[in-house]
């Protein structure tokens, strides 16, 4: 994850998708082709594995339509009696599955080897799949003056409009990419690999691609583990999910016994820095990161919102804000004199499969009606949903509709992680897909966010998945990690 603020949102919604090569000639399911690889992850770990290209049509709808190359890692199962293979969906989307398994995760994929092959699939458009494209349009956030709102969704229009005709100069159809066909692409899977059934396990929005595929293909996913749950009708949040995250910071918060007694309300300390911001940009001179001349950077409320926002993706990211936010509203702000260098530059741009997957899973109307209903009352609803707000629309890739939006009903088993402090992906997104699952599981972890803290926080997670996956009662019903440890600047816990 960049930590760049406004990278990290632009790169949720920025560029759409792929340039196509070679003449179709993949069978009806694709064709597999298979090499022997040595798989390295991030820290010199290595494990012994299959590199396999599977090679479909890019628009099956079309039986002239080119070919693309998904990639994949297999890692080979140790156990005598392995059941169906696991593939790992990353989130985003476009993040990889490949790169997932190269970083902390990497001793969680060869745990699950346990059970059964356990693949890292690289979705269309992403990883060491093939080809790629980035959206070439990009624009310069000023260091100079506060950003607007409205300023910051007429570039992000721009992208979208740029990004339509660097397609139609290229001759390039966005349409086929969207969660469907690659629900497709994981059955052209199964059955290359003569597979009867899949497992799957996923995070964030590879948990919507996970509720796609067994809505669409039943019959071929036997069972899923879904950390972060981003359900079918929920690629634009609502303001109001952000909730009860954050009255659960707020009592780790107050519980702390430095900021404890200066803190009682975090949730009601960053509303009112925010409103502060809103009505009186704050100034902070830095440095210009290119000439090194002091410039004056003016810090608006959709700055603090994206850099708050980015701060709740994990826990260790969340030790700053207590400090930031109190040593703000005393009036101390070199903490902000650090925000341009994260949220100015050039932003937009982008793997161009992101912005293509959101926009075609597309917002109902009266799911959007509700996010402009909370917006106004809500600490970040302005930051949450603008970039697609102002990119779908000028890009012009097809909804997928609300047939495609409503929820999966199935008696599959299904295990739902998720954590505490997950502005994303909130416990309440799993609890509400579990209305249409009889079969289904819940487990909190407390004080975890998102990403890395909902699978590799603590070793009871594996616990849980072994035991799901094994058809196994959950050994724990809710995982306890220990208290966020915050930062205190010397001598901060005397003022």
């Not at 929920?234 to 009592?251: D, E, I, V």
Request: net charge negative; hydrophobic share 40%.
């Amino acid at each position: 994850m960049p930590t760049r603020a406004l990278v990290i949102i632009a790169s949720a919604f920025a560029a759409a998708s792929l340039l196509i090569t070679g003449p179709a000639s993949a069978a009806d399911h694709g064709t597999l082709t298979w090499e022997p690889h040595t798989f390295t992850a991030s820290e010199g770990r290595s494990a012994e594995a299959e590199l396999g290209t599977l090679t479909v049509r890019y628009d099956r709808a079309d039986p002239d339509s080119d070919t693309i190359d998904l990639k994949f890692v297999r890692f080979p199962a140790t156990t005598d009696n392995p059941g169906p293979p696991l593939v790992y969906l990353a989130g985003g989307p476009g993040g990889s599955g490949t790169g997932s398994a190269r970083g902390p995760r990497f001793e969680l994929f060869m745990k699950l080897r346990e059970l059964g092959d356990v693949i890292a699939w690289d979705q269309r458009g992403t990883g060491l799949s093939e080809p790629r494209v980035r959206v070439e349009a990009t624009f310069d956030v000023p260091f100079e003056g506060a950003v607007s709102h409205d300023w910051l969704s007429e570039q992000y229009a721009e992208v979208g409009r740029k990004a339509r005709e660097q397609f139609e100069r290229d001759g390039f159809d966005p349409a086929p990419l969207n969660s469907n066909a690659s629900a497709d692409d994981l059955e052209d899977l199964r059955i290359a690999l003569g597979e009867e059934s899949l497992r799957l396990w996923a995070i964030s929005y590879g948990t919507h691609l996970a509720l796609a595929t067994a809505k669409r293909h039943p019959d071929s996913i036997e069972s899923m583990v879904l950390a972060g749950v981003e359900p079918l009708d929920s690629t634009y949040k609502l303001p109001s999910q952000a909730g009860a995250p954050m009255r659960a910071l707020s009592r780790e918060i107050a519980a702390h016994p430095v900021f404890g007694p200066m803190i009682p309300d975090f949730t009601a300390l960053v509303r009112d820095v925010l409103e502060r911001a809103e009505r009186e940009p704050f100034a902070v001179e830095i440095a210009h990161p290119e000439t090194g001349d002091p410039v004056v950077c003016e810090i608006g409320r959709l700055e603090l919102e994206y850099v708050t926002w980015g701060a709740l993706f994990r826990r260790d990211r969340m030790s700053i804000l207590p400090a930031a936010y109190l040593a703000t509203s005393m009036g101390r702000t070199e903490m902000l004199a650090q925000v341009p260098a994260s949220s100015r530059g050039s932003s937009g741009g982008g793997n161009a499969m992101s912005l293509a997957m959101d926009c075609a899973s597309g917002v109902g109307d009266d799911r959007r009606a509700r996010i402009e209903r909370e917006t106004p009352d809500s600490l970040f609803g302005r930051s949450m949903n603008f970039h697609g707000f102002s990119i779908c629309p000028t890009i012009d890739v097809p909804d997928l509709g609300d047939d495609y939006r409503a929820p999966l009903v199935s008696d599959m088993p299904v295990l739902c992680l998720s954590g505490e402090l997950d502005v994303r992906t909130p416990p309440a997104n799993a609890e509400r897909i579990l209305e249409h699952l009889p079969n289904g599981q819940h487990v909190v972890i407390t004080r975890a966010g998102h990403d890395n803290d909902l699978w590799v926080s603590s070793p009871k997670i594996a616990e849980c998945m072994l035991a799901f996956f094994r058809g196994q009662a959950l050994p724990h019903e809710r995982i306890e990690l220990p208290p966020l440890e915050f930062m205190v600047p010397e001598g901060f816990a005397g003022e």
